[in-house]
C-alpha cells in the first residue's frame, strides 16, 4: 500500500492519496480525480507535479496516514488549507461492489460515453505514444516479460479447468462486422501499412521481409537450445506418439489413402504449380 502527496514546484501540497498501485501515484495516471484536483493539475502541469510517498504495511494503517496528512494540510474546501482532496480520507481503495461494477460496464458500453469521443481517443492514442510511457512497458519493466509472471501465467494455463473454462468462453462467439467496420478497417489499412496482416505483408514488404528475416535469426540460438533440451524432446515425442495412435488421428489416416484423396490432392499440386509457373513468367 502506498500514500503520496502530489507537491507543486515550490513544494506546496495539493493532494494526498491512498493507492495499492505504484502507478496511480503517478500525476499522468489522473483518471477518477475530483474537479478541483484536475484543475488543479491543469494549471500546474502534471510534469510539474513533485510525488512524496510513503510506504504502508496495511490498509489500515494506510486510511489512518491519509486522514493524518489531510488533516495537517487542509483542504481547501474546508477553508483550512491548500489541498483538493474533497473529503476526509481513510475511505480509498475499497472493491466496489459487484452491482456497481455492472453500473460502470454499462456506462462504459455507451456510445455517448465521454471516452469514446475523437477528443478522448486522440488523448488516449498522444499518451501510449509517448516516450516515458512507452520506456515504462518496454523490455524488463514490462511486468508481463518478467519470469515470476511468466511463470504465474504458464502455470495457470497448464490447470486443465482453467483452460476448459476459457476454451468455453470463446467457443461460438459469432465475430459479426457490420459493413462500416469493414470499411473503416480497409481504409485504416491502406493508410497505415503497418496493420496489414501477415500474409498481405510476407515477400511484398522489404522492411517487414528485413524485420522478420532478423527476428528469426535472433532467435535461432534460443529455439536450438530448446529444440536440444531432453526433457521438451521427451515430451514432444510423448505428444506426438499419443496423437498418432488416437482413433481421430487414424481414422482422419484411412481418408487419405483412397485413390480418390490421392487424385484430388495430385489436381491441387498441379494447379499449384502451374499458378506459380505463370506468376514466375510474368515477373521476367
Not at 55 to 68: C, H, N, P, W, Y
Not at 73 to 86: D, E, K, V
Not at 118 to 130: C, F, I, T
Not at 214 to 232: L, T, V, Y
Request: include cysteine; charged fraction near 35%; hydrophobic fraction near 35%.
Amino acid at each position: 500500500m502506498y500514500v503520496y502527496i502530489w507537491k507543486d514546484a515550490t513544494g506546496n501540497p495539493f493532494y494526498v492519496g491512498l493507492t495499492k498501485r505504484i502507478g496511480r501515484a503517478n500525476p499522468k495516471n489522473n483518471g477518477g480525480r475530483n474537479w478541483l484536483t484536475r484543475q488543479k493539475l491543469e494549471s500546474i502541469g502534471t510534469v510539474n507535479v513533485v510525488v512524496e510517498l510513503h510506504t504502508v504495511a496495511s490498509i489500515v494503517d494506510g486510511q489512518e496516514l491519509e486522514r493524518k496528512l489531510i488533516e495537517q494540510y487542509g483542504r481547501l474546501q474546508t477553508g483550512t488549507g491548500p489541498l483538493t482532496n474533497l473529503r476526509a480520507g481513510g475511505d480509498g481503495t475499497h472493491s466496489p461492489t459487484l452491482e456497481h461494477r455492472e453500473k460502470l460496464r454499462q456506462a462504459m458500453l455507451d456510445p455517448a460515453h465521454p471516452c469514446r469521443s475523437p477528443a478522448a481517443r486522440a488523448k488516449q492514442r498522444e499518451r501510449m505514444l509517448d516516450s516515458e510511457v512507452r520506456a515504462l512497458f518496454s523490455g524488463e519493466k514490462n511486468a508481463a516479460k518478467r519470469p515470476e509472471v511468466r511463470a504465474k501465467i504458464k502455470a495457470k494455463w497448464e490447470d486443465p479447468e482453467f483452460r476448459a473454462a476459457r476454451i468455453e468462453e470463446r467457443t461460438g462467439i459469432a465475430k459479426n462486422f457490420s459493413e462500416a467496420d469493414l470499411a473503416r478497417r480497409a481504409k485504416a489499412v491502406k493508410e497505415n501499412p503497418a496493420m496489414k496482416g501477415w500474409s498481405e505483408r510476407n515477400g511484398l514488404d522489404a522492411e517487414f521481409d528485413a524485420k522478420r528475416i532478423a527476428g528469426i535469426k535472433a532467435a535461432q540460438p534460443q529455439r536450438a537450445e530448446k529444440m536440444r533440451d531432453p526433457i521438451a524432446l521427451a515430451q514432444r515425442k510423448e505428444r506426438l506418439k499419443a496423437t498418432m495412435n488416437s482413433p481421430e488421428y487414424k481414422a482422419k489416416r484411412a481418408l487419405w489413402d483412397t485413390p480418390e484423396y490421392r487424385a484430388k490432392l495430385s489436381e491441387n499440386k498441379k494447379a499449384y504449380w502451374a499458378k506459380r509457373k505463370n506468376e514466375s513468367r510474368l515477373c521476367r
